[in-house]
């Protein structure tokens, strides 16, 4: 078998295989520790390249016995006919016109002049003729013919079949004798043609519009052009109170207070809303939910990824990083460049004096994730760690798959496996884990600067630990001791004669030894020596990324297995996004610092574009882009392109300000519509892609259990640092360590926002159960789009969950305490406060009725209850909570 | 049922259909589904489903033995392993075998074995009840699995997928056929393992398949099933009249909230979920509580004997949820991975089951369930025919380290040929030498023997279709009744 794959090779059994299908999902290198080379996956692909080498041995070997067939490496190579004199006129034309065109726009974008996948070239004489795909003059027999067709195993373009006009045209050129004239005039035109999202970002003018008056910016001018050419009319503008509930939501996560509700509502200025938008993104709140947001496209956790839960007790220091990022407006180049290569030098400034505590936390973004330093296989524990955050880098800032070209080119994007290990290069020259099981599972660790304040503490802590220590031990061997002179005494008691005094002696020694007995298995048991040494203090650490000491290029890793390697790849970056002549990789160099710069580059086409679609999604419930992880030839098209390199140029423009971009799609007219659709224009665009109204859709799990808490008055404004419950309850303290399953969040820590509680890997802690419910994303996943359900294990949560029930219960009482409203008063005081509307004259009724109702029921049913009324407030209050208007945006 | 809070004017249907469009016609077909359980496929994604084929098995039990029982000592019996008991290893132990320790010896059978019933499956002793229903199992003796590892032996088990986080079996089965009471999950894991290395929620997860489909969970490997309960199902606060109150405010208020902000399928959808979780809420306890069985009954499998408590209810559970028509239920038995003091801690867990096992299968029989249900007893993989020895030398405390070469598992009921022996092993039950069945194999024969083509059984999900059986799996013909 050949070192680099082929075109078949490159193919699949699926024809058409997902965005990284193979390995997106590979959880954890440790995992397959003992699976070596059998991916399942892969060998598919090996029969199938079987089938057709015999497939394509048969028909060349009938139709050129005499040595036309060339075979090299095992493999043979069909021959292209050059065509005979006389004919080349008509054929050069038809060429010209029908055949070269069609290679160059849907064969050139992957087999073209920049990339060849699977080595293939289908747009020059020479490479169609070493592609060896084409049987000259029999149509059926050439493999190019079989897999536009779709017939076979290979489907080709793996985008979408061409249209019968096309096969007919190909297979007539191919029947006709395959003919392909000496000069290529068009050879140098390919790299122009390719997938949209691999062009440079315009700058498009916004389009003209016929109801000029709607439109409040170009973002409207965009959305409002497409509306028309469909003959949508938008949807009436929101009132006042779904709006501020709306960007209030949006932007930070938390409901509005009643004053600010008041305040909107009496602002009849035009910059009412403006000023709304500018008070939420200043608020810190903007940074806890948008922070969230970003971690969600990362592999954030508190612990590793390795079964066991395995603390990582500084990882909080990354999540406060992003969220205090987004807080601070941090350009986004920035943002991009700190996660990937730590602090950035400013200019002026030397590299040691600006060292600051949250850029170094930054590289987090990189070390922590789904693995762990305890595997038998340690060369594929690496690997795998790689491969995890090569993916991770190209879904989350370059929207490409580039997992896929894991263990062949990349199936439809121009990724070559090579490149991808290029890559891979760059990773395997960082250390991310520190190659030993000490530590914190293996997680690289940095210390962080000391300063007199940290050291004197540390000195205390150090202090305090000691006597702990002994104190412990005292217990344990004191313990011991005692009971060994316990058992001595009542060895001796026993061998004496028998007596009334003896046996009360006895007795009360058995006694004793009974209660040390249960003393010192508690302590033992409790581990508390244990738990004592596992808290020793230590100074102040970070996880973090460094280069290792001698940075190189690695090998091609076959089929991803780190025992099998291949050719070199040297470090570098991706061909086929081309804006320039890409950094050079210093020797020192891991290569992060140029990737960072590589990527965060105004000109590269995919990063601004992937970033302000995220933006847009997280606004409008669903992208520009819909894919928002995949950007490549397998992702959605954007349904609004310009719109899309519009927002991309203002981003560039705005200093790369998250704010200032969020803030002009949230002023648009398009953001503050209302959700109710226009009649007519679901049956012309069911899906709302064009956006004549907003999109109701649920509110993600933190928004639901922090505005609960909200609501019932209960949510702590407590934000930053550590929340892993490392205490002796929660600790196995035997090595290795981990939290218990059943670990409780500590009290502190438990009513702050979601994004402030502690994130494990397997499922999340009892105390948090609703995000194991509700869609909370998966920690080992890049997820971008989260899918909302809805099944009845999350609607028997909402109806029977304690948590529901005390934080409404909560809500009851406090309205019950203002002695000064009437119930009336007291379900518009709800109204305000959970819907952000006021009450409805049906609202007071329905809850006038269902209060009695339900009063008279605790009453008929005998129902222990101190307080019959505030058990009936209590169920209204839930009803609130949990109905649809509470869950969901409008 | 009419809510007391609805508008006044009009109905909950009336004012559906002045919806009119689409929208308005599914909630319709919702209501309907109420109403007739086998309207409404596209609203319901629990209603059955018919299979590709007819076939006998309508639901399977997986009697799901965690750790990986020991094939030698129960079922293999290999008279070489005897006669050369303490000597060395006489077959290489290949590269990816370097976690077994070169000084291993062979070890025989812990106990005594002989032919049972008329098929004359080798049994041991340990397993005296299930000994007398030889001839009613269907046995695989040369099954092969892909890792020597519990995390990835049982998640290729579980999902087809060594590496991959994939629906499972459970799910695909459940979305395949849905379900025949509308009332209960379709799908029911009892007491899985949940933690550690070698649990995870995902062994029951319907990963992309619509949600509905994943397993529901009742407690778990380390919590008395006696204990257990699935999550947030009742209230036991509330009579059921007034949690009906309230559940008639809530689907009031969201009809209200459509009316109002307009059409929403995800509205619908909740609707459609708050109904269903409040019959499941005064269904399942019911159909969970076995304190209505007889007292013959509970003896049968063991209930109430100190040994066989814990999974002789379960297996009544399983019972009484086949009945009630749930199309999947895994009952996990876990501790089978007996890597030292084997003597004494297989015979524990043989015993555990031994009687439960046996009773499940003549209660199904009793009642005409067994022919339409398909029973499966089986670890993740089996266990080397050599000693492990963890701990001490002495030979008290050996055990047997994993072995994914061979193992043996059985079937009973819906569609499977009785008293078959498939598969042979080598001289010491260290690899298969005929008829291996592979977990892929196995998974299409599942499939098929409920109706369905492994192959024709799809998702596309991320643009290319999803199998249980990804690009493997042969129908094990032979076994087939």
Redesign the interface.
Same mark, same amino acid.
């Given at each position: 078998m050949g070192a680099s794959p082929t075109l078949f090779e490159s193919g699949c059994?699926?024809g058409?295989?997902?965005?990284r299908?193979?390995g997106s999902?590979?959880?954890t290198g440790t995992?397959?520790?003992?699976?070596?080379p059998?991916?399942?996956?892969v060998r598919?692909c090996k029969n199938w390249t079987q089938d057709i080498k015999q497939k394509l041995m048969l028909v060349t070997g009938s139709l050129f016995p005499s040595g036309a067939v060339a075979a090299r490496l095992g493999f043979l190579f069909a021959t292209l006919a050059c065509g005979l004199p006389g004919q080349t006129v008509d054929r050069g034309a038809f060429f010209e016109s029908k055949i070269r065109p069609l290679l160059v726009t849907r064969c050139g974008s992957c087999h073209g002049d920049q990339v060849q996948m699977g080595g293939k070239q289908l747009t020059s004489k020479d490479g169609m003729h070493r592609a060896g795909v084409v049987v000259a003059g029999d149509a059926n027999a050439s493999p190019l013919v079989e897999a536009v067709r779709y017939t076979g195993k290979v489907k080709m373009p793996p985008t979408g079949k061409l249209s019968d006009e096309e096969i007919q045209l190909l297979e007539k050129w191919i029947s006709d004798g395959a003919f392909w004239p000496e000069t290529d005039p068009q050879a140098k035109t390919i790299s122009a043609v390719g997938h949209w999202a691999f062009q440079p970002v315009k700058s498009p003018a916004a389009p003209a519009i016929k109801d000029t008056a709607w439109a409040y910016s170009d973002i409207d001018r965009f959305i409002l052009a497409k509306l028309e050419e469909k003959g949508i009319k938008p949807a009436g503008d929101a009132n006042k109170y779904t709006l501020l509930r709306r960007a209030s939501l949006d932007l930070t996560g938390l409901l509005p207070t009643r004053a600010e509700i008041d305040a909107f509502v009496n602002d009849s200025s035009p910059e009412a809303f403006a000023h709304v938008v500018d008070r939420l993104l200043a608020s810190p709140a903007y940074g806890d939910r948008w922070g969230r947001h970003w971690l969600d496209i990362t592999y954030y956790a508190d612990t590793t990824g390795?079964?066991?839960r395995i603390p990582l007790p500084e990882a909080w220091r990354y999540r406060d990083y992003v969220i205090e990022s987004f807080n601070d407006d941090k350009p986004y180049d920035q943002f991009v460049k700190e996660q990937l290569a730590g602090p950035q030098d400013e200019p002026g400034k030397k590299k040691k004096e600006k060292k600051d505590l949250s850029a170094i936390a930054a590289t987090g973004f990189l070390v922590l994730g789904p693995w762990s330093w305890g595997s038998?296989d340690r060369a594929q524990t690496l690997l795998d760690a790689a491969d995890l955050q090569v993916d991770m880098v190209g879904r989350t800032f370059l929207g490409l798959t580039l997992g896929c070209a894991r263990c062949h080119d990349h199936k439809f994007d121009p990724i070559p496996n090579k490149e991808y290990y290029g890559l891979i290069g760059v990773f395997l020259s960082t250390k991310t884990l520190a190659m030993n099981n000490f530590g914190d599972g293996g997680v690289n660790m940095v210390p962080l600067p000391v300063n007199t304040e940290i050291a004197k503490r540390y000195a205390e802590e150090m202090e305090q630990y000691d006597r702990r220590v002994a104190e412990a031990e005292v217990a344990e061997k004191g313990y011991a001791k005692e009971r060994e002179e316990v058992e001595k005494r009542i060895t001796e008691l026993k061998a004496k004669a028998k007596s009334a005094e003896n046996d009360a002696e006895l007795k009360a020694a058995e006694e004793q030894l009974t209660a040390l007995k249960a003393k010192s298995e508690y302590a033992a048991d409790k581990q508390i020596l244990e738990f004592v040494k596992y808290k020793k203090p230590r100074l102040p650490y970070v996880y973090a990324a460094e280069d290792l000491d001698m940075p190189q290029d690695t090998r091609i890793a076959r089929r991803g297995d780190a025992h099998q390697l291949g050719e070199f790849a040297p470090r570098g970056f991706l061909t086929a996004v081309n804006y320039g002549k890409p950094p050079e990789i210093e020797p020192t160099s891991s290569g992060r610092k140029e990737l960072a710069e590589w990527i965060a580059n105004e000109k590269n086409p995919l990063t601004a574009r992937v970033y302000v679609n995220r933006l847009w999604h997280h606004l409008f419930g669903d992208g520009i882009v819909g894919s928002t992880e995949n950007f490549g030839a397998?992702g959605d098209a954007p349904t609004h392109p310009e719109l899309l390199d519009h927002l991309a140029s203002r981003l560039v423009a705005n200093g790369w300000s998250t704010k200032k971009t969020i803030r002009e799609i949230v002023l648009s007219h398009v953001y503050q519509l209302a959700?109710?659709?226009t009649p007519g224009s679901?049956?012309l665009d069911p899906d709302n892609k064009l956006l004549a109204h907003a999109n109701?859709?649920?509110m993600e799990v933190e928004t639901i259990r922090d505005t609960i808490l909200q609501v019932a008055g209960n949510l702590d404004p407590g934000r930053g640092g550590p929340s892993l419950p490392l205490t002796e309850q929660n600790m196995h303290t035997i090595a290795p360590f981990f939290l218990e399953?059943d670990t409780v969040i500590e009290d502190p820590i438990k009513n702050r926002r979601t994004v402030y509680q502690p994130v494990m890997r397997?499922?999340q802690m009892a105390p948090i159960?609703i995000l194991?419910l509700f869609d909370f994303k998966d920690p080992d996943q890049v997820v971008g789009t989260r899918i909302?359900?809805? !099944?009845?294990?999350?609607?028997?949560?909402l %109806?029977?969950?304690p948590f529901v029930?005390d934080e409404a219960a909560l809500l009851a009482r406090r309205l019950l305490s203002d002695k000064t409203l009437d119930d009336g008063a007291r379900v518009s005081a709800l109204m305000i406060d959970a819907l952000n509307r006021p009450a409805t004259p049906?609202d007071v009724a329905?809850a006038a009725?269902?209060i009695a109702?339900?009063k008279d029921?605790?009453i008929t049913?005998k129902?222990p209850t101190s307080d019959a009324t505030q058990d009936a407030w209590a169920?209204?209050c839930? !009803?609130?909570l949990?109905?649809?208007?509470f %869950?969901?945006r409008? | 049922m009419r809510s007391?809070?609805e508008p006044k004017s009009g109905g909950r249907r009336q004012f559906l259909q002045t919806l009119g469009?689409g929208f308005g016609s599914l909630a319709l077909a919702a209501l309907a589904a109420e109403d007739q359980a086998r309207a409404a496929q596209t609203a319901n994604p629990l209603a059955p489903k018919p299979p590709h084929f007819p076939a006998k098995a309508k639901r399977v039990i997986l009697l799901w033995m965690q750790g990986g029982p020991s094939q030698m000592d129960l079922f293999d019996y290999k008279p070489r392993l005897k006669a050369e008991a303490g000597q060395p290893v006489p077959f290489a132990l290949n590269a990816?075998a370097i976690?077994f320790d070169k000084s291993a010896k062979l070890m025989p059978a812990i106990s005594e074995m002989k032919r049972m019933g008329e098929c004359g499956m080798w049994m041991s002793d340990v397993l005296p009840n299930l000994g007398r229903k030889a001839d009613e199992l269907c046995w695989l003796r040369a099954m092969v699995t892909?890792?020597?590892?519990h995390?990835?032996a049982i998640?290729i088990f579980q999902t087809g997928?060594?590496?991959?986080?994939?629906p499972s079996m459970g799910s695909w089965i459940t979305y395949g056929l849905g379900s025949e009471n509308q009332n209960l999950?379709g799908f029911v894991v009892i007491s899985p393992v949940?933690?550690?290395?070698?649990g995870?929620?995902l062994h029951y997860s319907n990963v992309f398949l619509?949600?509905?489909y994943?397993g529901?969970r009742l407690g778990d490997s380390r919590t008395p099933v006696k204990k257990s309960k699935i999550?947030?199902?009742?209230?036991p606060?509330?009579?059921t009249?007034?949690?009906r109150?309230?559940?008639d405010?809530?689907q009031?208020?969201?009809r209200?909230?459509?009316e109002d902000?307009?059409?929403?399928r995800?509205?619908e959808?909740?609707i459609?979920?708050?109904e269903?979780?409040?019959r499941?809420?005064v269904t399942a306890p019911d159909v969970f509580d076995i304190s209505k069985e007889s007292q013959a009954t509970m003896d049968l499998y063991g209930v109430g004997q100190e040994d066989t408590d814990n999974f002789g209810r379960k297996c009544l559970m399983a019972r009484r949820l086949a009945e009630a028509g749930v199309r999947f239920i895994q009952v996990t038995d876990g501790g089978w991975d007996h890597h030292d003091k084997i003597d004494k801690n297989l015979r524990k867990s043989a015993k555990g089951i031994d009687q439960p096992v046996a009773g499940l299968l003549t209660d199904l029989k009793a009642r005409g369930l067994l022919d339409d249900t398909l029973v499966i007893w089986t670890g993740e993989f089996g266990r080397t025919p050599f000693d492990q020895t963890l701990s001490a030398a002495s030979v008290n405390n050996a055990g047997r380290d994993h072995n994914p070469n061979c193992w043996t598992m059985f079937m009973a009921g819906g569609g499977v040929k009785p008293g078959t022996i498939f598969g042979e092993t080598d001289d010491y039950a260290w690899k298969g030498v005929n008829d291996r069945v592979h977990v892929h194999d196995l998974h299409a024969t599942i499939l098929h023997l409920l109706g369905l083509n492994h192959e024709k059984l799809t998702y596309r999900?991320?643009?290319?279709?999803f199998r249980l059986t990804?690009?493997?799996g042969n129908v094990v013909k032979q076994i087939l009744a």
């Open positions: 059994v699926y058409n295989l997902s965005p299908a193979c999902d590979l959880r995992i397959r520790q003992d699976i070596g059998s991916f399942g996956h598919s390795y079964g066991r038998y397998r959700s109710t659709a679901l049956e109701r859709r649920r399953d397997n499922s159960d194991n909302p359900t809805v !099944v009845p294990t999350q609607t028997l949560y %109806l029977n969950a029930k049906r329905q009725e269902f109702k339900t029921g605790i049913a129902l169920r209204y839930h !009803v609130i949990v109905s649809s208007e %869950l969901y409008r | 007391p809070y469009g990816s976690r892909d890792s020597a590892i995390a990835g998640r997928s060594l590496q991959f986080v994939r999950p949940l933690y550690g290395d070698d995870s929620p619509p949600s509905i994943q529901t999550g947030y199902l009742e209230d606060t509330l009579p009249a007034l949690q109150q309230d559940l405010l809530i009031a208020r969201n209200m909230d459509m902000a307009g059409q929403d995800n509205i959808g909740l459609q979920s708050y269903l979780s409040f499941m809420q999900y991320s643009g290319r279709d990804d690009v493997f």
